[in-house]
Each structure stands twice: as structure tokens, then as C-alpha cells.
């Protein structure tokens, strides 16, 4: 057998390097206004898992796919996200200027907090890359799922220290953009052989929690319906 044909091992390997690079770039890009940051994670997700991890090879229309549906929710999301991050960020200034105030135990506390909200942004996004949810339930269920699934979020705490060290070593070098273009890529593929598992695992849940906010909004559109018709008659009549 030709390892070279379409069927062939290197082939598919090329084939799922590109796509990797291909998200990596397209992430990049679309993140860049910042704010679309979350949105763009999301699509880096949801294509990673269709075109390198299920072979779709469908990479840029996933990407855009996502980015197009989840683009508001995300973005709300997104600035929640900063919101916290400058808290968290003051904090860190506060504490290391004033570290005489603060014993070894709470800040031993502030630094797991950051460490779950690391982890609690990874599994937002992956989580509004699968399943339709209110904000609400993407921005609390993650939280939910990194305090119950530690050994997870450890793993997903070691690729985000993983990928600072290594641009961290490269900076200053020749390696250093060819890194910084592929490395989002790379995280995003590992992060989808930890976070898959847990998706799968809660997928009844998250599809329970759906219809029910389907099943609310259609009350209340059916309400609404009543209402406007009740006006109407009420009008009528006079």
C-alpha cells in the first residue's frame, strides 16, 4: 500500500496538521478585537472536534459555523470573563504590594481561585460549542464541572502553563512566531482529549437543561400569544 495515497497514515497525518494550524491561524485572527475572544474559542473548539478529531475535514466552515452562532452569547460571555480577569489581576497588584496584610493560607486560596477560573473558561466555551444553553448555565456549569472533576482541570491548568513555558523559552528566538501561530492550535487539540470525555458524560444533562429553556421560552411566546389576543378582543368589544 502506498502510504502516500489518500487512505495512507502520512496523508491523514498532513491532513489533520493543516487543520490544526489552519484553526490556530483562523483563532488568531478572529481574536484579535479581543472581545471576540470567546467566540473565537468556541469555533476553535467545535472545528477541532469535526475536522481533526472526527475527520470531517470541513475546517474553515466549522470555524465560521460556530462563530457565527455563538457569536453574541460568547461575547457577553467573553466580557464577563474580562470583568473578572481585571479583578482577579488588581488582586494579584494588591497582594504583592501589600503582602505583609495577607497570611500564606488566603493567598494560597487566591491562587486556586485563578486556577479554577482558568479552567472554568475552557469549559465554558467547549460546553457553547455543543449545546444550546442559556448564559447563565454556561457560565455556572463549568464551574460545577471543574470543582468535580479535579483531575481533569489539572490536566487542563498543565497545557496552559505548558504553552506559556514554551513561548516563554522561545522568545527571542527564530522559533518564537512559528510557535505563537501554532501553539493556540495545539492547546485546543489537547483540551478536547480531556474535555470530550466529560461532554459525553453530562450530555443528557446539558440537553435536559435545553429543553427546558426551549420549553420556558415557548410558554412564554404562548403567553404572550394569549395576551395579545386577550387585547384584541378587549378592543373589540369596544
Known amino acids: 500500500m502506498n502510504i502516500f495515497n489518500y487512505d495512507g497514515k502520512i496523508y491523514r497525518f498532513l491532513v489533520k496538521f493543516w487543520n490544526v494550524v489552519w484553526i490556530s491561524v483562523l483563532w488568531i485572527v478572529c481574536s484579535l478585537p479581543i472581545f471576540t475572544i470567546g467566540a473565537a474559542s468556541t469555533a476553535a473548539y467545535y472545528s477541532m472536534v469535526k475536522s481533526v478529531r472526527n475527520n470531517e475535514d470541513r475546517a474553515t466552515r466549522d470555524f465560521f459555523k460556530s ?55 475552557t469549559h465554558a466555551f467547549s460546553w457553547l460549542s455543543r449545546f444550546t444553553m442559556t448564559t447563565f448555565h454556561a457560565l455556572t456549569y463549568p464551574i460545577a464541572i471543574t470543582l468535580m472533576h479535579l483531575g481533569y482541570s489539572v490536566g487542563l491548568i498543565v497545557f496552559w502553563a505548558a504553552a506559556v513555558i514554551v513561548l516563554y523559552w522561545s522568545y527571542n528566538t527564530f522559533l518564537f512566531a512559528p ?57 373589540d368589544d369596544k
Not at 183 to 212: H, Q, R, S, V, W
Open 179 to 235: 510557535l505563537l501561530l501554532l501553539m493556540p492550535g495545539i492547546k485546543c487539540l489537547l483540551d478536547t482529549f480531556l474535555i470530550e470525555p466529560i461532554l459525553k458524560k453530562y450530555e443528557p444533562m446539558a440537553i435536559g437543561a435545553e429543553e427546558t429553556d426551549e420549553e420556558t421560552k415557548t410558554e412564554d411566546e404562548e403567553t404572550d400569544t394569549e395576551i395579545g389576543k386577550t387585547d384584541d378582543e378587549s378592543v
Open 67 to 121: 462563530f457565527k452562532q455563538n457569536f453574541v452569547q460568547a461575547t457577553v460571555m467573553t466580557v464577563i470573563y474580562i470583568i473578572v480577569g481585571a479583578a482577579f489581576a488588581f488582586a494579584t497588584w494588591f497582594y504583592y504590594h501589600r503582602s505583609g496584610e495577607f497570611n500564606l493560607a488566603l493567598r494560597w486560596f487566591f491562587y486556586i481561585l485563578i486556577l479554577v477560573y482558568l479552567c472554568t473558561i
